[in-house]
């Protein structure tokens, strides 16, 4: 398990709806994205973690979003009451600091039907 | 404003043709790029990288600050070279990459 891995694949969640979307990162990547990659678009930043710490929130596109990361390993995007326009693919990335070479999973795809 | 543009979207070619999948990016700092690739069912991962003025699977990739373009190039495209291909813009002082809105490189036999 060297990669960075993501849980569920596939999530299909009803309008109105609260998910919660699993990264993994590679052991010891201190820094760890989420990235929100709407269909035929590229990656857009969400939210940037150093270990434990939030640095950078900046691209969480509303109060129903939160990410959190609380051992400095694991962490979880929470979207509260999904909305049709939440659908994308969620990618995870982690990495070392002060370096943009991410190793990213392989995406968790949210349907809101 | 910090941006990163791939004016094509869809790039079809013959084997063994070139390749240039152009990047333009905007911003006021000094830059650092990236290609990043995503082949068929597999995750995004890095291609090349500008500081390592390094030549991968026959790929480079020249920083033009001038014209603010960083344009990936390969003399001849082989089929294996299919996949999306995305331009990036790496912020250091906010940590984050900020991507273009991808190529899709079709290699045709």
């Known amino acids: 398990g060297a990669g960075v891995s993501q849980s569920p694949r596939y999530k299909v969640a009803k309008r109105g709806q609260d998910v919660a979307l699993r990264c993994d990162p590679i052991s010891g990547h201190v820094s760890l994205f989420w990235y929100q990659q709407a269909l035929g678009q590229g990656p857009e930043f969400l939210t940037y973690f150093q270990n434990e710490a939030q640095l950078d929130k900046s691209g969480l596109p509303s109060d129903r979003f939160f990410a959190e990361r609380p051992e400095g390993s694991v962490s979880t995007l929470k979207i509260q009451r999904t909305q049709q326009e939440d659908s994308a693919v969620y990618l995870c990335?982690?990495?070392?600091?002060?370096?943009?070479?991410?190793?990213f999973g392989q995406g968790t795809r949210l349907t809101v039907v | 404003a910090q941006r990163v543009t791939q004016p094509e979207k869809l790039l079809s070619v013959f084997k063994g043709a070139p390749v240039e999948l152009k990047c333009n990016y905007s911003y006021s700092g000094s830059p650092e790029l990236f290609w990043y690739v995503q082949y068929s069912r597999q995750r995004l991962q890095l291609l090349l990288r500008?500081?390592s003025r390094e030549s991968i699977k026959g790929f480079t990739a020249d920083l033009n600050k001038g014209e603010t373009s960083f344009h990936l190039k390969k003399p001849f495209a082989q089929e294996e070279d299919s996949a999306m291909y995305y331009c990036?813009?790496?912020?250091?002082?906010?940590?984050?990459?900020?991507f273009g809105q991808g190529t899709r490189l079709t290699i045709n036999p």
């Open positions: 990335a982690s990495s070392y600091p002060n370096g943009g070479e991410a190793f």
């Open positions: 500008h500081i």
């Open positions: 990036a813009l790496f912020i250091q002082g906010a940590q984050k990459l900020v």
